[in-house]
């Protein structure tokens, strides 16, 4: 379902988080899972603005929700830069953080926090990223 579109800037990406949080709490989820479900979204927004459109309000994200008692499906939509995963390179977590690069982590982290993650290119003109996170059994917390 099509919750609406957002310019691509960051004002728009705690608007994006809120919405998306506030869709994740009708689900099971911890906190700690709430926290990583807004990171992954947060993350993502940002490397959109940052990586597809190389800058704020130079584009729009739409941003569309499903839930079910058990999940949570975020899908963010862009006609920015394309992306290809695979030429991101695994970060490096074993450095010491003073000679790390700053940045960097965000697919990494969409990854470490979202159950499924799928980058995809439709069509020309069209970035779609969709991220899927489980409810763990209650058994199982």
Do not use: Q, W
């Not at 988080?17 to 992954?40: D, M, P, Q, W």
């Not at 569309?64 to 830069?81: N, R, S, Y």
């Not at 799928?118 to 779609?128: A, D, K, S």
């Amino acid at each position: 379902m099509k919750i609406a579109t957002f310019p691509a800037n960051y004002a728009s990406v705690r608007i994006i988080c809120n919405i998306v949080t506030e869709h994740a709490k009708t689900i099971n989820f911890s906190s700690r899972e709430l926290y990583g479900i807004e990171l992954a979204t947060d993350e993502a927004c940002a490397n959109i603005i940052d990586h597809a459109y190389c800058g704020e309000n130079l584009g729009s994200i739409h941003l569309f929700i499903e839930t079910t008692d058990k999940e949570i499906k975020i899908v963010l939509e862009d006609a920015g830069k394309p992306f290809e995963p695979a030429e991101v390179l695994p970060p490096d977590l074993e450095s010491p953080l003073e000679i790390r690069a700053e940045r960097g982590l965000g697919v990494f982290l969409i990854k470490t926090l979202m159950d499924e993650v799928n980058f995809e290119n439709p069509e020309p003109g069209l970035n779609r990223l969709t991220m899927i996170k489980h409810a763990k059994e209650l058994a199982t917390r």
